[in-house]
């Protein structure tokens, strides 16, 4: 296509100049032949206008015309005239063209031999002036010369022929000068008339060029990387498909994910994730042959297509190659980037036939991987088609979910390690499933992340947690988690006041509940939407204490209310004992210390409560003190026992079941 575009415009180009060309050469002959015509017209006047004078004032020309010596008068006239520049020579004919006197700048003479003049016996016989514009060709003539031959009349009838010989020598050469000024100067002109739309013509054409290849060029790569796009990985892979059963061998589309690119993007901001992308993409570039392919897709997403791939083995070890060579650091303004990949990998003709087909296996074999933990290698098997319909039918609840109130939820209690007494319920989430059951958190909760919805899940069960907990003793809390996707927005507070504001549920018992993973995001605007919260009224607990590398860190850059020990030390409680209960102590002599209330999760048997009894925890959660159950089923009953133990709570009316979450 550039080709033909190159082709156009220098046709174009050859058509500009050939009209510019034939504009000009008319311009110059036009200036020409005007230059020439105003040259014999002014010669021809000059010398009409001489011939003129000199009859006009010579008394005697018919005496003169038959012969006869001239007058003293006329002979002081000729005199003076001949003196005259311009009229180099004058002749008296009689009236049938016979010359009879001569005088120049040399003589005044009545002429030895008569010579016959046509032009002077034409004149005589017309009565008429005859002009003739000549070039000398003797010594004794100008270079050009007008000649004029003037009848003198008395009455109709001539009795002599005046000639006078102007030189326009000079006179030309003014016009000739003139004419070359104007011929140049209209010449440019016509060139800056014509040269400036032709240039104009000229760059909207070169930029039309650049911005059609750019768009050809966009059509088939990618902006950031320049790598293959979409578009042009398919086509590729078709032509190598295509091919395949005559060379044989098999085609390795191996799809590539960066992991957990997210965070190096907020971390670093764009810029950074920007370069990294980029650099992924020189990186897979200058491992690949040139039958290979690298394209990118989107977002951290890359293909590459390896061609001639003997067996399985051999694909392997190239994607171990290429995770190795991504592992590589990377630094970007003196910061060091440290990444991990999941690849996943098809095999054609063994795994599809179509690029179509052969993608999608890439990329749930890629799932797979991501699926397991990231940071692996995952070949396709067919029963990975299975997995993708169920997280289709998972996606499809979680839509259908947010936008018709089919979230449910359920409550855990949480109990006072003192005297065992009911203090509040965590409020978790729950996805109904088609038949009536529920899909686990652990299953649907990484595809809501991936599809960016927790925000609008979060906010949905913080609204029905409030609505539930307000008709509940007014004693007891409510514990909510918060997804870090919640704070992005920056309109987490006045999400909170707002569900305050419709459950007319005190603040006091609402708390927020949040992990270590949100403060890794962005601490500064996260911890100040965190003091905003907490001057709303309620209490910030950190979730899933003493599982990150950076805990202790966030204990005394933000005043919580509360520690939650993850359910991993008690899980651990029965394998290490003695580690998990050094670890847990230090935690609850911590949280003495900085006046923060602890919580442990994961409770189950009756042993680990002797050993939070003895370590002083404040409250503890889990199995053994009861399992998450609906909204109903947090009966009259439980209530009415708390009451019982609580005799100054106050308790609403009329206990009303809770319904699923309303929009």
């Not at 994607?319 to 991504?326: C, D, K, S, T, V």
Request: proline residues 4%; aromatic residues 8%; contains cysteine.
């Amino acid at each position: 296509m550039a080709f033909f575009a190159d082709i156009s415009l220098r046709r174009g180009l050859a058509i500009l100049l050939a009209a510019f060309v034939i504009l000009a050469t008319g311009t110059w002959l036009t200036v020409s032949l005007t230059t020439n015509h105003l040259i014999d017209t002014d010669a021809t006047s000059n010398a009409q206008d001489w011939a003129k004078f000199i009859a006009g004032n010579v008394k005697d020309l018919e005496q003169i015309a038959k012969g006869e010596q001239p007058s003293n008068a006329s002979l002081n006239f000729f005199e003076a005239t001949r003196k005259a520049g311009q009229v180099f020579r004058y002749l008296i004919f009689n009236r049938d063209g016979y010359s009879q006197l001569v005088f120049d700048h040399d003589r005044i003479a009545l002429v030895d031999l008569s010579e016959f003049n046509a032009d002077a016996a034409r004149a005589g016989a017309s009565g008429t002036t005859v002009i003739n514009i000549r070039r000398g060709r003797t010594p004794d003539q100008p270079d050009h010369y007008a000649e004029a031959f003037v009848p003198v009349l008395v009455g109709d009838r001539p009795v002599a022929i005046v000639a006078a010989f102007v030189d326009e020598t000079n006179q030309r050469q003014e016009f000739i000068t003139d004419g070359y000024i104007a011929s140049i100067s209209l010449s440019g002109l016509t060139a800056l008339a014509f040269a400036l739309p032709a240039l104009a013509w000229y760059r909207r054409t070169k930029e039309k060029q650049q911005v059609d290849r750019r768009i050809r060029y966009l059509a088939h790569h990618d902006a950031l990387t320049g790598l293959a796009n979409r578009t042009r990985l398919t086509d590729r892979l078709d032509a190598a498909l295509a091919v395949l059963p005559a060379l044989g061998g098999n085609i390795a589309v191996h799809f590539i994910d960066l992991d957990h690119f997210k965070q190096i993007n907020d971390s670093l901001g764009h810029d950074g994730g920007d370069f990294l992308l980029s650099t992924v993409g020189q990186r897979l570039k200058a491992m690949t042959r040139m039958e290979d392919l690298v394209a990118r897709l989107g977002g951290d997403e890359f293909v590459v297509v390896q061609t001639g791939v003997g067996d399985k083995e051999q694909a392997e070890a190239f994607a171990q190659r290429i995770a190795a060579n991504l592992r590589e650091p990377m630094f970007f303004k003196e910061q060091e980037i440290k990444n991990n990949v999941t690849v996943g990998i098809a095999l054609a003709p063994a795994d599809g036939k179509t690029s179509e087909r052969l993608i999608k296996s890439a990329d749930l074999a890629l799932y797979s991987g991501k699926m397991a933990g990231r940071n692996c290698i995952r070949f396709f098997r067919p029963e990975m088609d299975d997995a993708l319909r169920a997280r289709i039918q998972i996606e499809k609840r979680i839509r259908h979910a947010i936008a018709n109130n089919g979230f449910l939820l359920h409550y855990q209690p949480v109990f006072e390690m003192t005297n065992k007494q009911l203090v509040g319920f965590e409020a978790l989430v729950r996805l109904p499933d088609g038949d009536g059951t529920l899909v686990p958190p652990a299953t649907f909760i990484p595809i809501a992340e991936e599809m960016h919805v927790t925000d609008q899940i979060g906010t949905l069960v913080l609204r029905e947690a409030c609505r539930t907990a307000s008709t509940w003793p007014d004693n007891l809390t409510v514990a909510v988690n918060l997804s870090p996707a919640q704070f992005e927005s920056g309109n987490i507070v006045s999400i909170v006041a707002d569900a305050i504001k419709e459950s007319h549920l005190n603040p006091n018992r609402i708390e927020l509940e949040i992990t270590e993973t949100l403060l890794l995001a962005n601490n500064n605007k996260t911890l100040v939407q965190l003091r905003a919260l907490k001057d709303i009224g309620v209490s910030i607990v950190m979730d899933d204490f003493g599982t990150g590398y950076s805990s202790l860190s966030y204990l005394w850059k933000f005043p919580f209310d509360k520690i939650k020990i993850d359910r991993s030390f008690m899980e651990g409680f029965a394998h290490s004992r003695r580690d998990v209960e050094t670890v847990v102590k230090t935690i609850i002599a911590l949280g003495r210390e900085l006046h923060m209330r602890v919580t442990v999760e994961g409770v189950e048997n009756a042993k680990q409560v002797d050993f939070l009894y003895d370590a002083d925890a404040d409250q503890v959660q889990g199995f053994y003190f009861g399992k998450p159950i609906p909204a109903a089923e947090v009966s009259a009953d439980i209530l009415a026992e708390y009451c019982k133990k609580n005799p100054s709570s106050k308790v609403p009316s009329r206990i009303q079941p809770p319904v699923k979450i309303s929009a």
